[in-house]
């Protein structure tokens, strides 16, 4: 029988009028990976907020260790041994990685000066436990990549004596490799006798790391299970309430035939950006959904910025209905039917502050003026209300801040901005990054829809079944030049795959 490290009992948490969490008890054993999913709102952070101290319940308990415990920040979380990783990592680009690991508490000797020899010791000791031997303490954290900044946190949580890791979406900027890389960190770990606790929206990855699963919907906890024992399909059947059979597809493809009639309406000709993108060249067709696939770094994200005027660009020829344009400014770009859903959610697209309705006003606020300068509120609100509804954006108001909203419903958010700008083209860069599948369908029938209208639609994803399911052709990137393009008939893994390793696709 293992031993039960971390006991939640009962544990409800309200917001001024949202029950986050609603009578959750949950056993975790000592040693296990423990994988958490469920929807966008459905409660996993919330609980983890509880346990790593961020917030407090509004009722319940928690036993840790076999007592009871009241961790009010996470510094009281860390003394207890729980130690929470973000999505969003919390280190100082400017600092060292022994000064990182080490911050707040850095090694003195007996004059009250920084013991650096010991600093760099413990430090070393570590980086080699979390699989970074070839890191120098010394190193400056800007300097390394997301998948070794990861492997930092986690030494930082070791260096607290942390026993109880929570992982919160830590994949989600790593590629595959980098991903490989964290996961035999973790089963090391597990060896040693670590306790973790997984959230994952890529229930692949949560098969290959878990040992059981929890799925939560609504709030409630709905069952845990042995991963061994389901599948991928059950887990999205507890999690969504219903019967799940298979991946999305959308409803009609463009064929070769539509090609011929379709009306090209964007061209971009060898465009380059400095040490990013050589002489790429491409072009979208009305009604089209184009995929860019690449590994990260093969400029996929620098194309999308430099089109829509965000980045600037050392050549190439923008066309817009065979017409050339300089698209030197977003400002340009919206004004000519563009429009950029980035990548970085929180920190690129939205206005954390305002409210769900000026977020999605933001982009429409000249239609809304009056001839004063001023506002038509009524006007905002009625266009704000209808995209609402029409995407589906759960919201309790439209006054609601958008950093109260989840991750699906913020994404709803952003592409509804746009849509209420009608726009011609738009441009997605990792629609669907940390945000869980019944929200993603969700995005992928936006996408469709769109494309039925006669929007055309430029898609970045890492994933590769989502790249492939939704994209009429697919333009395959390899450090900055196109190796080919597949239609969505010759689209397989392997071929795209090749073309993103230099080979011709």
Known sequence: MQRVICQVEHITKEFPGVVALSDVSLDIYEGEIHAIVGENGAGKSTLMNILSGVYRPTGGRILFDGREVHPHAPADAARMGIAMIHQELSLSATLSVAENIFQGRLPKNKFGLIDTRRLLRESRELLDEVGLKDIDPQTIVRTINASQQQQVEIAKALSQDARFLILDEPTSALTPNETKVLFEIMFCLKRKGFTMLYISHKLDEVMAISDRVTVFRDGRRIDTLVTRDIGVNDMISLMVGREYSGGYQRSR???????????????????????????????????????????????????????????????????????????????????????????GRKTQGLFLKFSVQQNMSIVRLNSTLRCLGLIRSKAEEREAEEYRQRLRVKTPSLSQRIVNLSGGNQQKAIIARWLMNKPRILFLDE?????????????YDIIDTLAKSGVSVVMVSSEMQETIRLCDRIIVLYEGHVTGEVTHDEATEQRIISGMAGQTA
């Not at 979208?284 to 089109?307: K, M, P, S």
């Not at 660009?313 to 050339?324: A, F, K, P, V, W």
């Not at 629609?431 to 995005?443: F, L, M, R, S, V």
């Open 253 to 343: 493809y463009m064929a070769a035939e539509d090609y011929k009639a379709a009306k090209k309406i964007l061209e971009v000709k060898g465009l380059s950006i400095k040490n990013k993108v050589r002489d790429a060249s491409f072009c979208l067709y009305e009604g089209e959904v184009l995929g860019l696939a690449g590994l990260v770094g093969a400029g996929r994200t620098e194309i999308l910025q430099a089109v829509f005027g965000a980045d600037p660009r050392q050549s190439g020829t923008i066309l817009i209905d065979g017409r050339e344009l300089a698209m030197k400014s977003t400002r340009e770009a919206i004004r000519h039917g563009l429009g950029l859903v980035p990548e």
């Open 431 to 443: 629609p669907t990054q940390g945000i869980d599948i019944g929200a993603k369908n969700e995005i």
